[in-house]
């Protein structure tokens, strides 16, 4: 979100952002600088997507494009994650972290239906796929799923450079998923 106050047709208003006016945008950045690649603007009820597979599915296929058998890696959070994201990544060959809601349509039912208690971990792999997705409680539940990184445990140094121990798949979502809030906090200090 791209806070703006002047007078335009792509401007939003969303109540839980700090800058609640601006004007929304899609965009892929760079994890350890911020630095935008890519941006696609969201402009309402105009907005061109492709409807039998979704908004965060068509973002999804719009920002790797030409990244196919490359070996780029991409994170992406919850909102974006549906099956028909995960089956274009896997089929393009393009790896992929991301956290997911387990009431998505397409979940698998298996993975729906299970009750996790205090530090329950479960891991799944969907059919003839590489992909792995892990359900763990510990304070919160976390759903996340990747082509990827494993679900073994590894020692990482977090942004405060302490070490700390965590699952593979959770240690890198952490490290790369700020690639757009650091982008956001460049925004902020560089305004329009």
Same mark, same amino acid.
């Given at each position: 979100?791209?806070?703006?106050?002047?007078?335009?047709?792509?401007?939003?208003?969303?109540?839980?952002?700090?800058?609640?006016?601006?004007?929304?945008?899609?965009?892929?950045?760079?994890?350890?600088?911020?630095?935008?690649?890519?941006?696609?603007?969201? !402009?309402?009820?105009?907005?061109?997507?492709?409807?039998?597979?979704?908004?965060?599915?068509?973002?999804?296929?719009?920002?790797?494009?030409?990244?196919?058998?490359?070996?780029?890696?991409?994170?992406?959070?919850?909102?974006?994650?549906?099956? !028909?994201?995960?089956?274009?990544?896997?089929?393009?060959?393009?790896?992929?972290?991301?956290?997911?809601?387990? !009431?998505?349509?397409?979940?698998?039912?298996?993975?729906?239906?299970?009750?996790?208690?205090?530090?329950?971990?479960?891991?799944?792999?969907?059919?003839?796929?590489?992909?792995?997705?892990?359900?763990?409680?510990?304070?919160?539940?976390?759903?996340?799923?990747?082509?990827?990184?494993?679900?073994?445990?590894?020692?990482?140094?977090?942004?405060?450079?302490?070490?700390?121990?965590?699952?593979?798949?959770?240690?890198?979502?952490?490290?790369?998923?700020?690639?757009?809030?650091?982008?956001?906090? !460049?925004?902020?200090?560089?305004?329009?």
């Amino acid at each position: 979100m791209c806070a703006y106050k002047g007078k335009i047709c792509l401007k939003q208003y969303i109540k839980d952002k700090h800058s609640r006016f601006g004007i929304k945008s899609f965009c892929k950045a760079s994890a350890n600088t911020g630095y935008c690649y890519k941006i696609i603007p969201y !402009n309402g009820k105009n907005f061109k997507y492709n409807k039998n597979i979704g908004i965060g599915a068509s973002i999804i296929i719009e920002m790797t494009k030409d990244h196919e058998s490359k070996g780029f890696h991409f994170t992406f959070d919850i909102y974006y994650s549906n099956m !028909n994201s995960i089956s274009y990544l896997v089929k393009n060959n393009i790896f992929f972290t991301f956290t997911f809601s387990r !009431n998505r349509k397409a979940i698998p039912e298996e993975i729906k239906k299970v009750s996790l208690g205090k530090d329950d971990i479960r891991i799944y792999n969907i059919k003839n796929t590489e992909v792995l997705m892990m359900l763990i409680k510990d304070k919160k539940e976390v759903n996340i799923a990747s082509n990827y990184f494993g679900y073994k445990t590894v020692k990482y140094k977090n942004k405060k450079g302490k070490y700390k121990r965590k699952r593979e798949m959770i240690a890198i979502y952490n490290i790369t998923k700020g690639g757009v809030d650091l982008l956001d906090c !460049n925004c902020n200090i560089h305004p329009t």
